[in-house]
Nanobody, 115 residues
């Protein structure tokens, strides 16, 4: 069983920054990849950024150069640093991981960017 708890969302103006955190339970954190996903109202959930157990990263084109995913294995936490936020980044942001073939999601954290 894995639990993921996101935090760090909020209401900001365009151009501001936020850092999301995803605290994960379990002793196998360092061996797992993680991803940040988002879902805006009326839209499908989409991948924003992922990080593998070795630290390899992937970014959606829409966030390249603005968002940075990182991990701290000592703290069992994954981060998403979001800079130069835009109104179109408004969504609920979710953390995701897979363990033993099962997919786990956090409860999500709301990010709202006003213009």
């Amino acid at each position: 069983q894995v639990q993921l708890v996101e935090s760090g969302g909020g209401l900001v103006q365009a151009g501001a920054s936020l850092r999301l955190s995803c605290a994960a339970s379990g002793s196998t954190f360092s061996s797992r990849g993680f991803g940040w996903y988002r879902q805006a109202p009326g839209k499908q959930r989409e991948a924003v950024a992922t990080i593998s157990s070795s630290g390899s990263t992937y970014y959606a084109d829409s966030v390249k150069g603005r968002f940075t995913i990182s991990r701290d294995n000592a703290k069992n936490t994954v981060y998403l640093q979001m800079n130069s936020l835009k109104p179109e980044d408004t969504a609920v942001y979710y953390c995701r991981t897979v363990q033993d073939g099962l997919t786990y999601w956090g409860q999500g954290t709301q990010v709202t960017v006003s213009s």
